[in-house]
């Protein structure tokens, strides 16, 4: 293997890992915040697709956008939360996850139902430009992934330890009930939580879109790689999410040199196996005693 | 006297009853309309294939019809909506036999060919088809009752696998394919047909298909440094693999299954899909030679886009009033005789001719994408 090669695997297996950590940290969010595990995760990332698709065939120009996608996702976590996951708050795991899977189905539906089955082209803000760096070829699209990926969980990990609002959303997620005895509106934090994990899923859809097309199957492998990075990273931390996405795209482009291509779809799961059987908790045990 | 009004009752009466049959008889079964049923996909996913399907039958039967019909019998199209599902299919094709079609064009996928299949074989009334799958055809499928209007799909990748093998002869080929049935078949044609001229892939790489990632494959096959490269993709895949094997620097010749001949296609690759060479049934919708017609599509459907999905439809409309001209009285039955003896009708699409199991058109081109159009390669034939 040249160096030029194996660089570009490199380059090309943190750009994949990068999309998987990015989708993890919408998981990852609602799991710190409300201990809560939504499988809509995946459709959030449709939607930032369509919605940034349409924005931009009306018109507008992608850093105008961009924003106007991530309020309207925020909206959607809000209608999301209110309709979707507060009836069935208190309930055990089991609800939450037929709940939020029954949730991913409507917004599947719906999507469908607003802009077909068709799947779009999409090439803002780069139009498929790439450039070579030492013979490794570079997607500016993979450097704006990689950032903001970086930006959001450093940003993530700051709000959560560092801000009084992080601080209530975590002490909502240890018991509900102490939290609302002791003044905290914890509808309201309910709602910023989902607006917050919503946006980041539309977040992830913009960016991804160029390399995957506007496409309203996407969700689904989406949440599957996501929620394979979240385990590995242990289960509710950030930085975690990002590195267990990272092993995860990074292990499927090497894989293929070595193995079968047809085998590619399976490295992630034999990861996941790998972990669960020998460190179950993770590289960052987060729920446990919240040290991420 | 008493008689007399139930004579005058009786004498209206048989006036009534005479003329009132007369009226349902006599100039009703002169001017009765031929029916040709179709059965497609009006609302539902399939919609965009669907309604091209309708809109060719539809033409044919106004043309016909505005010429003075058949003997001067009016021709009526019956359209009923399948919404996408097989299973609707059968309600419909149920519904239109009962009016007492003389054939019926029936939906372009397999899988609802498939679920009409045993309805066919009762109702014993001709069935058109455009769907591209082996079985479709098969006897114990159709029973004689089913003739396919497009090239099958295993003869179009023979063709295309016979031009990258005696035209562009690759020294060093490769191949990346859907993991499935459709990418493993397109692939074994491939295969066999250039090891019988002696050229062997260099390398074979495969994905899942909806996998939106395909760099790992592309970084593989660039390594290889083959000479060309044949991808077996569905249209949406295929405009994923497209943009990033160009982008990852793998600049060779790429040749594509009947999926790269899509508009799809170019619209989810761009600019990418440039130079990348594919097969197609045929240029109906695009090409000069079929300008007129396609002009008479657009000006009842503006916006669809028009392809040999709407030329396939309007020459299997074609073909049954083309045989009812030559003999007005033909039953379904007898029709079936006449349409599997068929030789050397023109249509828009191209010539057809039906074999012993109902296939009617064999015509395949070799096109290569060139500033957004699909040009027939020269020395491809059809």
Redesign the interface.
């Given at each position: 293997m040249t160096v030029s090669?194996f660089l570009?695997?490199v380059v090309?297996g943190c750009?994949?890992g990068a999309i998987y950590g990015l989708a993890a940290l919408g998981f990852v969010l609602l799991v710190k915040a409300l201990d809560v595990i939504n499988f809509a995760q995946g459709e959030f990332v449709v939607l930032g697709g369509f919605i940034v698709w349409t924005l931009v065939g009306a018109g507008l120009p992608f850093w105008l956008a961009l924003p106007g996608a991530l309020l309207i996702g925020a909206l959607v976590g809000v209608v999301f939360e209110r309709v979707v996951y507060r009836p069935i708050r208190d309930r055990d795991f089991a609800t939450h996850l037929i709940g939020t899977l029954a949730g991913a189905l409507i917004l599947r539906n719906l999507a469908q139902h607003i802009w077909g089955?068709?799947?779009?082209?999409f090439?803002a803000p780069f139009d498929?430009w790439?450039f070579d760096w030492h013979s490794v070829?570079i997607?500016p699209q993979y450097l704006l992934i990689l950032g903001a990926t970086v930006l959001l969980v450093a940003g993530y990990y700051v709000f959560f330890f560092h801000s009084p609002t992080g601080k209530v959303l975590r002490a909502v997620a240890d018991s509900r009930s102490t939290a609302r005895l002791l003044g905290v509106h914890t509808n309201r934090i309910g709602a910023l939580a989902f607006a917050l994990a919503s946006s980041t899923g539309v977040l992830a859809g913009v960016l991804?879109a160029p390399?995957?097309?506007v496409?309203p199957?996407?969700g689904f492998?989406a949440a599957l790689k996501a929620f394979v990075a979240t385990i590995i990273g242990g289960w509710g931390s950030f930085p975690g999410a990002l590195l267990g996405g990272l092993i995860v795209g990074l292990a499927?482009?090497?894989?293929?040199?070595f193995f079968?291509?047809?085998y590619?779809?399976a490295t992630a799961f034999v990861i996941l196996i790998v972990f669960l059987l020998l460190r179950p908790q993770g590289l960052f045990p987060g729920r446990a005693g919240e040290r991420a | 006297m008493s008689a007399y009004p139930v004579r005058r009752r009786a004498i209206l009466a048989a006036a009534l009853g005479s003329s009132l049959l007369a009226a349902l008889a006599g100039p009703a079964a002169a001017e009765e309309a031929i029916r040709l049923g179709l059965v497609t996909s009006m609302t539902g996913g399939f919609a965009a294939t669907g309604r091209q399907v309708a809109a060719g039958a539809q033409l044919a039967a106004d043309e016909i019809n505005a010429a003075g019909g058949i003997g001067g019998r009016q021709v009526k199209l019956i359209v009923e909506d399948d919404r996408s599902e097989p299973g609707a299919a059968v309600n419909a094709y149920n519904k239109i036999i009962s009016s007492g079609p003389v054939a019926v064009i029936g939906p372009t996928f397999t899988p609802f060919v498939l679920a009409l299949a045993p309805a066919v074989r009762r109702a014993e009334v001709p069935l058109f088809t455009a769907a591209i799958g082996t079985k479709v055809t098969a006897a114990e499928v159709s029973g004689g009752w089913v003739f396919r209007i497009s090239t099958s799909d295993a003869e179009a990748t023979a063709k295309l696998a016979d031009y990258v093998a005696t035209v562009l002869k690759p020294q060093r080929p490769a191949i990346l394919f859907a993991n499935n049935d459709y990418g493993k078949s397109g692939a074994g044609v491939m295969r066999a047909t250039l090891a019988a001229h002696g050229i062997a892939f260099a390398a074979e790489e495969q994905f899942t298909q909806g996998d939106k990632d395909m760099s790992a494959q592309l970084l593989k096959l660039r390594e290889i440094k083959p000479d060309l490269v044949v991808i077996w993709a569905i249209p949406t895949d295929a405009g994923v693999i497209v943009p990033q094997a160009r982008q990852i620097g793998l600049s060779v010749p790429l040749v594509g299954s009947p999926g790269f001949a899509t508009p799809e296609f170019l619209g989810l690759a761009g600019s990418s899909a440039e130079g990348a060479t594919t097969v197609i049934v045929s240029l109906a919708g695009q090409s000069e030679a079929t300008a007129d017609w396609t002009q008479k599509i657009r000006a009842a459907n503006p916006d669809m886009p028009v392809s040999f999905t709407a030329s396939t439809a309007y020459d299997a409309a074609n073909l049954v009033f083309d045989i009812l001209a030559r003999q007005p009285d033909a039953t379904p039955a007898k029709l079936r005789d006449l349409l599997a003896a068929a030789h050397g009708f023109q249509g828009i699409s191209g010539p057809y001719d039906f074999d012993a199991t109902g296939n009617g058109f064999h015509q395949a081109l070799v096109v290569t994408w060139t500033g957004g159009k699909l040009v027939p390669e020269a020395g491809a034939g059809q």
């Amino acid at each position: 293997m040249t160096v030029s090669l194996f660089l570009q695997l490199v380059v090309q297996g943190c750009a994949i890992g990068a999309i998987y950590g990015l989708a993890a940290l919408g998981f990852v969010l609602l799991v710190k915040a409300l201990d809560v595990i939504n499988f809509a995760q995946g459709e959030f990332v449709v939607l930032g697709g369509f919605i940034v698709w349409t924005l931009v065939g009306a018109g507008l120009p992608f850093w105008l956008a961009l924003p106007g996608a991530l309020l309207i996702g925020a909206l959607v976590g809000v209608v999301f939360e209110r309709v979707v996951y507060r009836p069935i708050r208190d309930r055990d795991f089991a609800t939450h996850l037929i709940g939020t899977l029954a949730g991913a189905l409507i917004l599947r539906n719906l999507a469908q139902h607003i802009w077909g089955p068709e799947t779009h082209a999409f090439t803002a803000p780069f139009d498929r430009w790439v450039f070579d760096w030492h013979s490794v070829v570079i997607n500016p699209q993979y450097l704006l992934i990689l950032g903001a990926t970086v930006l959001l969980v450093a940003g993530y990990y700051v709000f959560f330890f560092h801000s009084p609002t992080g601080k209530v959303l975590r002490a909502v997620a240890d018991s509900r009930s102490t939290a609302r005895l002791l003044g905290v509106h914890t509808n309201r934090i309910g709602a910023l939580a989902f607006a917050l994990a919503s946006s980041t899923g539309v977040l992830a859809g913009v960016l991804v879109a160029p390399l995957f097309l506007v496409d309203p199957n996407v969700g689904f492998t989406a949440a599957l790689k996501a929620f394979v990075a979240t385990i590995i990273g242990g289960w509710g931390s950030f930085p975690g999410a990002l590195l267990g996405g990272l092993i995860v795209g990074l292990a499927e482009v090497f894989s293929v040199q070595f193995f079968p291509s047809g085998y590619k779809d399976a490295t992630a799961f034999v990861i996941l196996i790998v972990f669960l059987l020998l460190r179950p908790q993770g590289l960052f045990p987060g729920r446990a005693g919240e040290r991420a | 006297m008493s008689a007399y009004p139930v004579r005058r009752r009786a004498i209206l009466a048989a006036a009534l009853g005479s003329s009132l049959l007369a009226a349902l008889a006599g100039p009703a079964a002169a001017e009765e309309a031929i029916r040709l049923g179709l059965v497609t996909s009006m609302t539902g996913g399939f919609a965009a294939t669907g309604r091209q399907v309708a809109a060719g039958a539809q033409l044919a039967a106004d043309e016909i019809n505005a010429a003075g019909g058949i003997g001067g019998r009016q021709v009526k199209l019956i359209v009923e909506d399948d919404r996408s599902e097989p299973g609707a299919a059968v309600n419909a094709y149920n519904k239109i036999i009962s009016s007492g079609p003389v054939a019926v064009i029936g939906p372009t996928f397999t899988p609802f060919v498939l679920a009409l299949a045993p309805a066919v074989r009762r109702a014993e009334v001709p069935l058109f088809t455009a769907a591209i799958g082996t079985k479709v055809t098969a006897a114990e499928v159709s029973g004689g009752w089913v003739f396919r209007i497009s090239t099958s799909d295993a003869e179009a990748t023979a063709k295309l696998a016979d031009y990258v093998a005696t035209v562009l002869k690759p020294q060093r080929p490769a191949i990346l394919f859907a993991n499935n049935d459709y990418g493993k078949s397109g692939a074994g044609v491939m295969r066999a047909t250039l090891a019988a001229h002696g050229i062997a892939f260099a390398a074979e790489e495969q994905f899942t298909q909806g996998d939106k990632d395909m760099s790992a494959q592309l970084l593989k096959l660039r390594e290889i440094k083959p000479d060309l490269v044949v991808i077996w993709a569905i249209p949406t895949d295929a405009g994923v693999i497209v943009p990033q094997a160009r982008q990852i620097g793998l600049s060779v010749p790429l040749v594509g299954s009947p999926g790269f001949a899509t508009p799809e296609f170019l619209g989810l690759a761009g600019s990418s899909a440039e130079g990348a060479t594919t097969v197609i049934v045929s240029l109906a919708g695009q090409s000069e030679a079929t300008a007129d017609w396609t002009q008479k599509i657009r000006a009842a459907n503006p916006d669809m886009p028009v392809s040999f999905t709407a030329s396939t439809a309007y020459d299997a409309a074609n073909l049954v009033f083309d045989i009812l001209a030559r003999q007005p009285d033909a039953t379904p039955a007898k029709l079936r005789d006449l349409l599997a003896a068929a030789h050397g009708f023109q249509g828009i699409s191209g010539p057809y001719d039906f074999d012993a199991t109902g296939n009617g058109f064999h015509q395949a081109l070799v096109v290569t994408w060139t500033g957004g159009k699909l040009v027939p390669e020269a020395g491809a034939g059809q």
